[in-house]
């Protein structure tokens, strides 16, 4: 079953989007990472059972960077939280959804993660998302 795990915003600046976020959410920004094999920094808000990230390119050519390019600031994907990375990546491809890594990679937050498509999910980035044991 998937459980949501986060919403990814993209953002020009962190400087800018955190405090701003701060007040919208009503809460503090409680941990900031870089990750460094998707060019992006990263800031984090809980919002109620569901965390905000904030997603900032490193890379001018980075994924964030075109994407706020193309389609401005706001909603790059949703995230869900799996149990088990590797079986849900095997079940969804069986289902025909296409998958933009073959395994997972290393994410933020301590996670291993695989992006789907928007292709194969009605035009929505969704990522999977699993704890590192």
Do not use: Q
Not at 43 to 72: H, Q, R, W, Y
Not at 95 to 109: C, H, M, Q, S
């Amino acid at each position: 079953m998937l459980k949501p795990e986060h919403i990814g915003i993209a953002v020009k600046e962190l400087n800018t989007s955190i405090p701003l976020f701060e007040k919208l959410l009503n809460t503090p920004c409680y941990k900031t990472e870089m990750v460094a094999s998707e060019k992006v920094n990263t800031a984090f808000f809980m919002a109620g059972n569901t965390k905000v990230e904030l997603l900032e390119s490193t890379d001018p050519n980075g994924v964030i960077a075109k994407f706020i390019a193309n389609k401005g600031e706001g909603m790059h994907h949703i995230a869900f939280s799996v149990d088990n990375i590797y079986a849900e990546m095997d079940r969804l491809k069986n289902e025909g959804f296409i998958l933009l890594n073959e395994t997972p990679k290393e994410g933020a937050d301590n996670k291993l993660i695989c992006f789907l498509h928007p292709k194969s999910t009605n035009g929505v980035l969704v990522e999977l998302c699993m704890d590192k044991k």
